[in-house]
């Protein structure tokens, strides 16, 4: 039986927008999406290190999608 939980893409976005707004503590967003804060770092850094590609055109955005 495993314990992790897969989560949704849109779910880790929330999440990591959050962190990455200040708004509120890694401690206190850990207690609010139920989530470590050690994922919380990774999903802030995921975030991060691949926001450029949006604005490169290398990940697809839902508009872009559509426009298809």
């Known amino acids: 039986m495993s ?3 897969n989560h949704f893409p849109a779910f880790k976005a929330k999440v990591a927008l959050a962190a ?3 708004e509120k503590t890694t401690n ?3 207690s609010e999406f139920c989530v470590h804060q050690t994922q919380i770092h990774r999903l802030l850094k ?3 290190e691949s926001a450029a590609g949006i604005f490169a055109g290398e990940v697809k955005t839902e508009e872009a ?3 298809k």
Do not use: R, V, Y
């Open 3 to 5: 314990k992790h939980k």
């Open 20 to 22: 990455l707004s200040n």
């Open 28 to 30: 206190e967003l850990s």
């Open 46 to 48: 995921q975030l991060k």
């Open 65 to 67: 999608k559509k426009a």
